[in-house]
């Protein structure tokens, strides 16, 4: 009989105490989720914090490779050809640059083309024409950018070649050739992913961010 008094006792002091025990749980489930929200906010500040970083360095990184891609062509030249050469490819340059349209802009391209056609600078002259003619002019000199000049640089890191195909495939679109305009957007993604233009912008976003 006693033993039966004091088992009653026992099983009515854990029934008592059941509640609290619940609620002790129910606290601690409380403050590791609480504990979990803070983390996650935590992260979420890193991540916005790191994430425009890592972009900052890929494109430190990106810059530095192209720029070593245009030093080792100029590299490349001064191996080739004389300071005077050089000097006379410049000028030639300059005059096509600042008297574009008239005839003594085109003989000097012409003559640049024609005496050093495979320096890294008469690329750049070739862009640079090509992007200031219209109509068949400019859709012939893209196309010499890319046959004649394709991995010529820019100081700025772009690649003739490159930024050539960009731009002739918008020619393409606009003359509503959009077959050989996908087919020259497919090859800049596939072979030029890191090609970007005057800005230092990749031209895959440019592709990316183009309605059409």
Known sequence: MKNRTVLGIL???????????????????????????????????LSRIVEPLKAQLAVESRRKSLRERFDNKMAQDRAKYTPEQLNEAETLYQVANQKW?????????????????????????????AQKSQGDARFNYLQDCIGKFND??????????????????????????????????????????????HSGRLLVDSIKADPK
């Not at 005839?103 to 690329?123: D, H």
């Open 152 to 197: 010529c640089f820019y100081g700025d890191g772009v690649q003739v070649g490159a930024y050539a195909r960009f731009l002739l495939a918008q020619d393409y679109k606009s003359r509503g050739d959009s077959k050989k305009a996908d087919q020259l957007l497919a090859e800049l993604k596939t072979s030029y992913p890191d090609a970007v233009d």
């Open 11 to 45: 099983m009515l002091a854990v029934g008592a105490g059941a509640p609290l025990l619940a609620q002790t749980n129910g606290d601690d489930l409380a403050r590791l989720t609480q504990r979990v929200v803070q983390l996650e906010q935590q992260v979420q500040e």
């Open 101 to 129: 349209g008239t005839a003594e802009a085109s003989e000097s391209l012409e003559s640049m083309v024609k005496k050093y056609p495979g320096i890294n600078r008469t690329g750049c002259a070739m862009l640079y024409i």
